[in-house]
Nanobody
């Protein structure tokens, strides 16, 4: 069983920045990929960014150059630094990981970007 707890969401003006954190439980963290997804009202959940255990990263096209995913294996935490935020970035952001065939999700954190 893995627990994921997100924090750092909030209300920000367009052009501003936020940093999301996802703290995890469990004895192993460093070898597993972690990801951030988001879901806006009326839209499907979409991948924002992912990072492998080796530190390789992958980003959704809409956030490339603005968002950065990183991880601190000692703290068992993954981060999402979001810069140059746009109103269309407004969504609930979820942390995700997999252990074998099982998917684990956090409870989500709301990010609202005002124009």
């Amino acid at each position: 069983q893995v627990q994921l707890v997100e924090s750092g969401g909030g209300l920000v003006q367009a052009g501003g920045s936020l940093r999301l954190s996802c703290a995890t439980s469990g004895r192993t963290f460093s070898i597993y990929a972690m990801a951030w997804y988001r879901q806006a009202p009326g839209k499907q959940r979409e991948l924002v960014a992912a990072i492998t255990g080796a530190g390789r990263t992958n980003y959704g096209d809409s956030v490339k150059g603005r968002f950065t995913i990183s991880r601190d294996n000692a703290k068992k935490t993954v981060y999402l630094q979001m810069n140059s935020l746009k109103p269309e970035d407004t969504a609930v952001y979820y942390c995700h990981t997999q252990r074998g065939e099982y998917d684990y999700w956090g409870q989500g954190t709301q990010v609202t970007v005002s124009s």
